[in-house]
């Protein structure tokens, strides 16, 4: 798969198509319906901005739709019965939207969290592909490889779930990071002091389990602290209060041996 | 503060034993009810193991209690009227519960998760001093900048509030790891494909603001993908369903600008 042509020129788009560029493949057409976001990322990577699905080049192997979820089902509408292969980069939209409207198509899951200015080391990005055509599919694999060494061919309800398991371990853990940033500052802590002990969370599973490295006062079953926590929390905001308690509750059902 | 005994010889009073020796000080005396664990921890540093307080050479500078949270109060009733200067390392305890039985004490707290058998750079740990000594207070102050670059006085209002920051940022962050690992699982695919994101997660909050790092279906208040992910976890797992509940209306009501 050489000549690849995007839909779409945001975070995702971006980095992939640079990627893919560096890679060795020409990126043919940027469609965006902002023009001048399609000139910007078409201007790095070689390509030509157009406005429209209509002047899309035909003659490419591949066409990259990388638009936020809600606009996908609208955009293939629109898009059908060009004869080109088809895929969409999103975790949480199945396959099978495709069906009916393009001969062959698939999925090209890039699992990360993308920010327009800040570089990405592709290599280290898992990446889930699938496809309804077999050779096609062998064609994403190849195509992933040359970007990435951490390659997954699954399904998409296998993808569904990651994309549910990436809201736990990725948008909640942020929260919970804002909420104890905001008990800091209510006592004129720096935010400062805690970040060593998050980088130090996320290190430690990379070579344990979760379950192996959890530690704190509800592993412990530690009810005095717990509960010294509660009321604290209690006086402070509710809302963390109930969380303190749910995740608490969860811990302790959950430990190791239970 | 040069001569230092332990009381303690778990991962906090190891890791700080052996960064104090290696900073210039000397290690007297390491005292422990498992008199095996206070031997390993004597042998490494050059201390002497003792089984009882009574042994506790009186001629030192400072004495630090490194012992579980419960069994903090038990242990300094036992130990009150040394004339040593002491601190404990606990976040939850407060200073006060020296009140009465010693001249001089505080606390020398490390914010890290310590596991005995990893190397950690205590250059990178900050840690939280209080005396109630302001001239004891500069000789701690004066000691944990020799071991760290990152020296907080607080008061134990404040350590309590970072202990509870804590929780939420280290414990429960790591619980929703295991559950992103449980969620993955039952699918068969492997844990390692969000390991990437998990790190990432953390290493954007060393130059972001949580609220401005967040990102996921809450945020966006997409209500589609939030009741279709409800919807899945309902058939999964009830608890991991309220947990997805409470967390995104806790990111909705905290989203920036409101």
Redesign the interface.
């Known amino acids: 798969m050489q000549r690849i042509s995007f839909i779409g020129s945001g975070n995702v788009a971006t980095h992939l198509a640079m990627s893919l560029k560096k890679a060795g493949c020409q990126i043919v057409d940027i469609c965006s319906h902002t023009f001048s976001n399609a000139e910007n990322l078409a201007g790095r990577v070689g390509a030509k901005a157009i406005h429209s699905y209509e002047e899309l080049d035909q003659n490419i192997d591949l066409c990259i739709i990388s638009v936020p979820?809600?606009a996908i089902v609208t955009l293939v509408n629109e898009l059908k019965h060009k004869k080109f292969f088809v895929v969409h980069t999103s975790g949480?939209i199945p396959m099978d939207i495709f069906d009916g409207k393009f001969v062959d198509y698939g999925v090209f899951y890039p699992?990360?969290?993308f920010?327009k200015e800040k570089p990405v080391d592709f290599e280290?990005?898992?990446v889930?592909i699938e496809s309804n055509n077999k050779n096609k599919e062998k064609g994403l694999l190849e195509l992933a490889s040359r970007l990435s060494q951490?390659v997954?061919q699954?399904n998409s309800?296998?993808r569904?779930?990651?994309?549910?398991?990436?809201?736990?371990?990725?948008?909640?853990?942020?929260?919970?990071?804002?909420?104890?940033?905001k008990?800091?500052e209510?006592?004129?802590?720096p935010?400062?002091?805690?970040?060593?002990?998050?980088?130090?969370?996320?290190?430690?599973?990379?070579d344990l389990?979760?379950?192996d490295?959890?530690?704190?006062?509800?592993?412990r079953n530690?009810a005095?602290?717990m509960s010294?926590?509660m009321e604290?929390?209690r006086n402070e905001n509710d809302?963390?209060a109930?969380?303190?308690k749910?995740?608490s509750e969860?811990?302790l059902?959950?430990k190791k041996g239970k």
């Open positions: 979820d809600h949480s699992l990360q969290t920010s280290r990005i898992p889930c951490m997954y699954l309800e296998q569904k779930e990651i994309h549910i398991a990436a809201v736990f371990a990725c948008n909640f853990t942020n929260h919970l990071y804002g909420i104890a940033q008990l800091l209510s006592k004129q802590v935010f400062e002091i805690i970040k060593p002990l998050i980088q130090e969370t996320a290190e430690k599973v990379k389990n979760p379950i490295a959890q530690t704190g006062p509800a592993v530690d005095a602290t010294n926590h604290i929390l809302e963390y109930e969380i303190y749910l995740m969860s811990i059902k959950n």
